[in-house]
């Protein structure tokens, strides 16, 4: 992550041991890093669709990822691909994506990163084990940053500290309402 690490959000929710003094001044850094990471996302406005672009730059809360769970993240040369004998798979046309994708904590939003030309996929996601359901937990915070005039680079951070980061050249993104037939309670049972 570039702006926003494991390490300056622990602090700054006082998920570490510290003083008070420590904590204030977390709190002040991430005011700063808040400001520069806006920054950047108005430099990557012409490089994202407009959708995308309010998500990255308005989306908090219900319209939001905080407290999301990763449903997937699936990388390859043909996702597309069907591999049921009635075609086939053609060497020299497929190209490698990512996706991923994201539940939000209401259960009623479905998110959908397609990363066209990825040229890096890092992680260390982690099951937390102190979890009942031994899961990778909440996510916490995501950010969409700049590595060069081609490539962007799209990172999630999640409350266990674990992280995925990858690097593409063109994101396609969707958000799609989920009609949920059940009371949010029923998510802890």
Not at 32 to 57: D, G, H
Request: net charge positive.
């Amino acid at each position: 992550m570039k702006y926003f690490t494991y390490q300056l959000i622990a602090a700054a929710n006082d998920w570490v041991e510290q003083t008070a003094q420590e904590r204030h001044l977390a709190e002040k850094r991430i005011e700063t890093v808040v400001k520069k990471y806006q920054r950047e996302l108005e430099s990557l406005k012409p490089r994202i669709s407009l959708t995308a672009w309010n998500f990255f730059r308005h989306g908090r809360d219900e319209q939001g990822l905080h407290d999301a769970r990763l449903l997937s993240l699936r990388i390859g040369d043909g996702l597309n691909y069907k591999p049921d004998g009635t075609s086939p798979f053609r060497l020299n046309r497929e190209r490698t994506l990512a996706i991923v994708e994201f539940l939000n904590f209401e259960q009623n939003l479905h998110y959908v990163f397609d990363l066209r030309g990825p040229s890096f996929v890092g992680s260390d996601l982690l099951v937390d084990k102190e979890s009942a359901a031994r899961s990778l937990g909440d996510l916490y915070i995501y950010e969409l940053t700049a590595i060069d005039k081609k490539r962007l680079q799209l990172g999630f951070l999640f409350t266990t500290g674990s992280t995925l980061i990858i690097h593409f050249q063109r994101l396609v993104f969707r958000k799609r309402r989920i009609a949920r037939s059940y009371e949010i309670g029923e998510i802890f049972q």
